[in-house]
């Protein structure tokens, strides 16, 4: 069974406005796991791009602002164009002890790019 938490429209248009939605005392590194040209072509504000094919070895090797797994106040977010990947990114950060900050918003940017 999954720990992720599953965010919907309204609550990703928060966080990637800087509103701390869904908690507000909490940071959201929002992770687009489509591939660098999609993402060139429109992601949500803040995101960052980690491709499905890399995220796994990103993992293994995180930057340092990256959050830890289970950190109480740095919560990763992931989000692809319709939900495949993210599931695919999900499993792999579950493998790596991500679970009380595992959010994930399926809606993709298929349902956030109709916004832009």
């Not at 720990?3 to 248009?13: N, W, Y």
């Not at 491709?51 to 740095?74: A, G, H, R």
Request: proline fraction near 6%.
């Amino acid at each position: 069974m999954s720990s992720a938490k599953e965010l919907h429209l309204q609550q990703i248009k928060a966080i990637a406005n800087a509103k701390g939605a869904p908690e507000d005392d909490k940071k959201y590194t929002v992770v687009d796991v489509r591939t660098k040209q999609e993402y060139e072509g429109g992601h949500i504000p803040s995101a960052i791009n980690i491709p499905v094919s890399d995220f796994e070895s990103y993992l293994k090797n995180p930057s340092s602002d990256f959050p830890k797994p289970n950190d109480p106040v740095n919560n990763l977010v992931l989000y692809c164009k319709s939900g495949m990947r993210t599931r695919k990114a999900k499993d792999a950060a579950e493998s790596h002890g991500y679970k009380d900050n595992l959010y994930v918003y399926y809606g993709g940017w298929d349902e956030y790019g109709q916004l832009a």
